[in-house]
C-alpha cells in the first residue's frame, strides 16, 4: 500500500469538500469586516479624522485577511478543477468586477491621504465604498445562481459550454442572496467598528450594525422561504459511487422540488448550520444593543458561518448544478482530482494553515486596541 492509500478517495473527497467550506468562511469572516467596514465609511464617519479612523482600523490586517481568498481559489483550481473552470468561465464578467474592486482597494488605502483636497479624499473614500459593496453583493449573488443551477453543459469530449451571461445572473433571487451577503458584511463591519473605535464613529457603526442584523434575519428567512416554495433543487437518481472516475456524465441527476431540504429531513444536524445563522445574527443585534463590540464581532462571525455553511449543507452532494443538463452537475464524487493529488493537498494544506492561522492570531494580538483620534491628529503610530 502506497501512503495516499492510508485515506480513501471517498474520505479525501469530502474532506476536501469540507475543507472548501472552511476556506470559504474562513475569508468571509476575516475580510468580511474589512468589507462592510469599507461600505459604512461614508456613513458612519463623516469628518475626515473619523474616516481615517475607521481606515485605520482596518488597515494593518485587511491585506492579511485576503490570503484566505488567494488559498481557498487556489484550492479549487487543484482540488476541483472543474469547479474552477466552469465557474471561472461561466461567472467571468462577475469575477473581472470582484477583482477591479479588489484591486483598487490597496490603491484607495495608498493614496486616500497622500494629498490634503477634500474633493480627492473623498473620491477615494468612495472607491473604499464600491471595493466593500461590490464584492460582497456579487459573492452572494454567485452563491444565489450556485442555488439556482448555472448553465453549463458539457460535449462529447468533455468541452465546457456556458450558456448564460453576465446580466442573467442578476436575477431576483439572486438579487436576494446578493443582499444577504451585503448585509451580513455590513452587521460584522459594524461590530467591528463598535470594538475598534469610540465615540461619534462606534454610535453610528452601532445604528447601522443593529439594522443590518435585522435585515440579515429577514432576508436570510425571506432567501429560505423563496428556495422552498419557489426554487427547484437537484438530486441524483442513479447509483453514486463514491470512489469513481471524475466524470460528471456518468450519473444521471433531475430538478425536484424541495430538494435542497432533503439533507435537513435525512441529517437533522445539519440543522445547525442555518440555526447558526439565525442565532448569530440575533446574539449580534442584542450584543450590538448592549454596546459589546466583541461579543458582536463573535456572533456576527457565527451568523455568517452558519449562513456560508447552510449552502452547502443544503446542496451535499452537489457543487455546482446545471440547469439545462442536470446530468453534467459537478457532484463531491465525480469532479475531484487524483485520489494521489488529494492526498498530496491535503499533506500541504495540513502544514501552511496553521502557519496562517498561527500569524494572523499573532497580527491581531500586537495590533488590539482601539484606534484613537487624538493619534490620529497628531500622526503618531498610524499608516493611513
Same mark, same amino acid.
Given at each position: ?122 473620491? &477615494? ?6 471595493? *466593500? !459593496? #461590490?464584492? %460582497? =453583493?456579487?459573492?452572494?449573488? @454567485? ?125 437533522? &444536524? ?6 447558526? *445563522? !439565525? #442565532?448569530? %445574527? =440575533?446574539?449580534?443585534?442584542? @450584543? ?97
Amino acid at each position: 500500500m502506497t501512503l495516499h492509500e492510508l485515506l480513501g478517495y471517498d474520505t479525501l473527497r469530502l474532506i476536501w469538500w469540507a475543507l472548501i467550506g472552511v476556506l470559504l468562511v474562513g475569508f468571509a469572516i476575516t475580510d468580511g469586516f474589512d468589507l462592510g467596514s469599507g461600505i459604512l465609511l461614508p456613513f458612519a464617519a463623516r469628518t475626515d479624522v473619523e474616516r481615517r479612523v475607521v481606515i485605520n482600523s482596518v488597515g494593518p490586517v485587511w491585506e492579511g485577511n485576503q490570503v484566505w481568498l488567494i488559498v481557498g481559489g487556489g484550492a479549487i483550481f487543484a482540488a476541483w478543477p472543474q469547479l474552477y473552470a466552469v465557474s471561472f468561465s461561466g461567472f467571468y464578467l462577475a469575477m473581472f468586477v470582484i477583482l477591479t474592486a479588489l484591486i483598487l482597494r490597496p490603491v484607495a488605502f495608498k493614496f486616500r491621504s497622500k494629498r490634503e483636497e477634500p474633493a480627492w479624499r473623498a473620491r &477615494w473614500d468612495w472607491v473604499l465604498f464600491f471595493s *466593500g !459593496f #461590490v464584492p %460582497a =453583493l456579487i459573492f452572494g449573488v @454567485a452563491m444565489g445562481n450556485v442555488l439556482q443551477g448555472v448553465p453549463f453543459r458539457f460535449s462529447g469530449d468533455m468541452h465546457i459550454f456556458y450558456d448564460g451571461s453576465f446580466f442573467g445572473l442578476l436575477n431576483p433571487f439572486a438579487l436576494l442572496c446578493g443582499l444577504v451577503s451585503v448585509a451580513m458584511m455590513v452587521m460584522h463591519g459594524a461590530a467591528w467598528l463598535v470594538l475598534k473605535t469610540e465615540g461619534p464613529v462606534a454610535a453610528r457603526a452601532r445604528q447601522y450594525g443593529m439594522v443590518a442584523a435585522v435585515l440579515t434575519v429577514a432576508l436570510y428567512a425571506l432567501a429560505g422561504v423563496m428556495l422552498w416554495g419557489y426554487i427547484g433543487g437537484y438530486r441524483i437518481t442513479s447509483p453514486v459511487d463514491a470512489i469513481g472516475p471524475s466524470n460528471p456524465m456518468l450519473k444521471t441527476a433531475e430538478l425536484h422540488a424541495g430538494a435542497w431540504f432533503l439533507n435537513y429531513a435525512a441529517h437533522p &444536524w445539519t440543522l445547525a448550520a442555518p440555526a447558526a *445563522g !439565525f #442565532v448569530g %445574527a =440575533l446574539g449580534a443585534l442584542l @450584543a450590538l444593543a448592549l454596546r459589546r463590540g466583541g461579543l458582536a464581532l463573535l456572533a456576527a462571525a457565527l451568523g455568517i458561518a452558519g449562513i456560508i455553511l447552510s449552502v452547502g449543507a443544503s446542496m451535499f452532494p452537489f457543487i455546482l448544478p446545471s440547469s439545462i443538463d442536470p446530468r453534467a452537475s459537478l457532484t463531491v464524487w465525480d469532479s475531484s482530482s487524483s485520489h494521489l493529488t488529494l492526498f498530496i493537498m491535503l499533506v500541504v494544506t495540513g502544514i501552511f494553515i496553521p502557519l496562517i492561522v498561527a500569524y494572523t492570531t499573532w497580527v491581531y494580538h500586537v495590533l488590539w486596541g482601539k484606534v484613537d483620534e487624538a493619534a490620529i491628529r497628531e500622526e503618531s503610530g498610524h499608516a493611513y
